[in-house]
Nanobody, 123 residues
Framework: QVQLVESGGGLVQPGGSLNLSCVAS????????IGWFRRVAGKEREGVSC????????SYADRPRGRFTISRDNAKNTVLLQIKNLSPDDTGIYSC????????????????WGQGTQVTVSS
């Protein structure tokens, strides 16, 4: 069974940065994708970024460009999401999810989810 555990959320001031981690285990497929999603106030859950086990990256919510950087540390079975230049609009719950196969933007393609980590941007 795939297990995902997020960490790294917290309170950060506007303009600051955060590094979120997703530790993943239990994959039976050799090729899989891990996506980061977020649910912010007043909006439906949206995809932020995704990376496959082969290192292919997809970015879905990168406005302005360059704020979200996804990477993976295979030795630690961890997918990292760096968020820069945070604003109060980024406040919400950030979750990672996994699926067999390539990256997909929509959350319903993903089978396994972590519990989420809260990100609060406030001065």
């Amino acid at each position: 069974q795939v297990q995902l555990v997020e960490s790294g959320g917290g309170l950060v001031q506007p303009g600051g940065s955060l590094n979120l981690s997703c530790v993943a285990s239990g994959f039976t497929s050799g090729y899989y994708a891990i996506g980061w999603f977020r649910r912010v106030a007043g909006k439906e859950r949206e995809g932020v970024s995704c990376i496959t086990s082969s290192g292919e990256r997809s970015s879905y919510a990168d406005r302005p460009r360059g704020r979200f950087t996804i990477s993976r540390d295979n030795a630690k079975n961890t997918v990292l999401l760096q968020i820069k230049n945070l604003s109060p609009d980024d406040t919400g719950i950030y979750s990672c999810a996994a699926r067999a196969g390539n990256c997909k933007r929509a959350s319903y393609f993903y089978d396994d989810w972590g519990q989420g980590t809260q990100v609060t941007v406030s001065s």
